[in-house]
């Protein structure tokens, strides 16, 4: 089986810790080129030391401008996408009975329209491969 990802130019959101670190991570060792985005800007600081050809954004999929700004990023240090990874996402957990709407808001803001953003704004770029070597 073909494991090699060499010249794939990726984008794995919430990638500066946990499975999206991994999956950065692991795109790298195999010959991508990676972008990660995430909140937390301490993470990403980590990653930029561990992993320093990895270029990142401070991003929250929530929000439209950030997501624009992303894969204007994204555009820039990688020249185009051939993957994204739509890892971000949070759980809240607790008794239904106690659960804020605004956690279940936020829920719904990262796992749902955050997904849905990132998708639509990488579907609407056209991204073009370089053919003449």
């Not at 494991?3 to 060792?29: M, P, Q, W, Y």
């Not at 439209?64 to 971000?88: C, I, M, P, Q, W």
Request: charged residues 30%.
């Amino acid at each position: 089986m073909e494991t090699s990802a060499k010249d794939l130019r990726v984008l794995v959101t919430a990638g500066g810790s946990g499975i999206g670190r991994v999956i950065a991570r692991t795109f790298l060792e195999h010959g991508a080129r990676v972008h990660i985005c995430d909140v937390d800007e301490q993470s990403l600081k980590k990653v930029k030391t561990e992993l320093p050809a990895i270029s990142q954004s401070v991003a929250d999929v929530a929000k439209v401008g950030d997501v624009e700004r992303l894969f204007e990023d994204v555009k820039r240090h990688l020249g185009g996408l051939d993957v994204l990874v739509n890892n971000a996402g949070i759980l809240v957990f607790g008794n239904v009975a106690e659960f804020s709407l605004e956690d279940f808001d936020k829920m719904v803001a990262i796992n749902l329209r955050g997904v849905f953003v990132a998708a639509k704004t990488a579907a609407r770029h056209r991204w073009h491969r370089r053919t003449d070597g």
